[in-house]
Antibody, heavy 120, light 110 residues
Framework: EVRLLESGGGLVQPGGSLRLSCAASGFTFSSYAMSWVRQAPGKGLEWLSTISGGATGTYYADSVKGRFTISRDNSKNTLNLQMNSLRAEDTAVYYC?????????????WGQGTLVTVSS | QTVVTQEPSFSVSPGGTVTLTCGLSSGSVSTSYYPSWYQRTPGQAPRTLIYSTNSRSSGVPDRFSGSILGNKAALTITGAQADDESDYYCVLYMGSGIWVFGGGTKLTVL
C-alpha cells in the first residue's frame, strides 16, 4: 500500500525558513517522480515543484522559484522541500504527491498534508 | 501566463448527470496536456479520479469518466450521489515539467 506522510509544518515568521519532509513507503521510491502541491485557505490547489526519480530534474512554479528547493533522499525514501524567504501568502496545507516514472506523469497518490502558517 | 479555467460552481440533482470542464485561457486542451481530475473534500487528502484524459484511478467507480469535449477536458459524473458533493480540480501538463491546476469547481448535489 502506498503511503505518504508529510511532516515539518508549523508557524514561522515572514522571511523565515522551514523544511518539509515526506516519508514514502509501499513503492520503489527511487523510480518515481514526486511533487509538492499546496492549498491556501479558501484557495485552490497549486502545483509547486516536481523532482524526477533520480533527482536529475527539478521543476518549479514561478511563485516559488528561487525561494523553494525540492530534493529527495532515495536511500531514506524521503522527499523534502526547503522553503526560504517565506511570505504570508505561503500559508497553506502542503501535500506531497507521487507521480509515475516521468515528470509528465500524473499525480496518483497523495499524503494527508502538513500545515504551514507564515505570520508574525 | 496560461490560465486553466473551470466553472466556479455547478449543481446536480441526485441521480443526475453533470459534466465539468477544464479549458485554457488561450488555446485548446488535448490529450497532450494529460488532463487529470481530483476530488477535494475538506479534511481529506486529494483523491485522484481520472488521469491522462480518461483513465480511471484504482477504486474509482465507473460513474466517473473523463474525455475531451470540443476544446476542453471534461469530467462527467453519472448517477450523482450525495457524497459526490465536493470540490473538483483539473490539472494540465504544460511541458518542461510544469503543471497548472484549474481554480476548481464546487459541486453541489441537491
Amino acid at each position: 500500500e502506498v503511503r505518504l506522510l508529510e511532516s515539518g509544518g508549523g508557524l514561522v515568521q515572514p522571511g523565515g525558513s522551514l523544511r518539509l519532509s515526506c516519508a514514502a513507503s509501499g513503492f520503489t521510491f527511487s523510480s518515481y517522480a514526486m511533487s509538492w502541491v499546496r492549498q491556501a485557505p479558501g484557495k485552490g490547489l497549486e502545483w509547486l515543484s516536481t523532482i524526477s526519480g533520480g533527482a536529475t530534474g527539478t521543476y518549479y512554479a514561478d511563485s516559488v522559484k528561487g525561494r523553494f528547493t525540492i530534493s529527495r533522499d532515495n536511500s531514506k525514501n524521503t522527499l523534502n522541500l526547503q522553503m526560504n524567504s517565506l511570505r504570508a501568502e505561503d500559508t497553506a496545507v502542503y501535500y506531497c504527491a507521487k507521480q509515475g516514472y516521468a515528470s509528465s506523469s500524473p499525480f496518483d497518490y497523495w499524503g494527508q498534508g502538513t500545515l504551514v502558517t507564515v505570520s508574525s | 501566463q496560461t490560465v486553466v479555467t473551470q466553472e466556479p460552481s455547478f449543481s446536480v440533482s441526485p441521480g443526475g448527470t453533470v459534466t465539468l470542464t477544464c479549458g485554457l485561457s488561450s488555446g485548446s486542451v488535448s490529450t497532450s496536456y494529460y488532463p487529470s481530475w481530483y476530488q477535494r473534500t475538506p479534511g481529506q487528502a486529494p483523491r485522484t479520479l481520472i488521469y491522462s484524459t480518461n483513465s480511471r484511478s484504482s477504486g474509482v467507480p465507473d460513474r466517473f469518466s473523463g474525455s475531451i469535449l470540443g476544446n476542453k477536458a471534461a469530467l462527467t459524473i453519472t448517477g450523482a450521489q450525495a457524497d459526490d458533493e465536493s470540490d473538483y480540480y483539473c490539472v494540465l501538463y504544460m511541458g518542461s515539467g510544469i503543471w497548472v491546476f484549474g481554480g476548481g469547481t464546487k459541486l453541489t448535489v441537491l
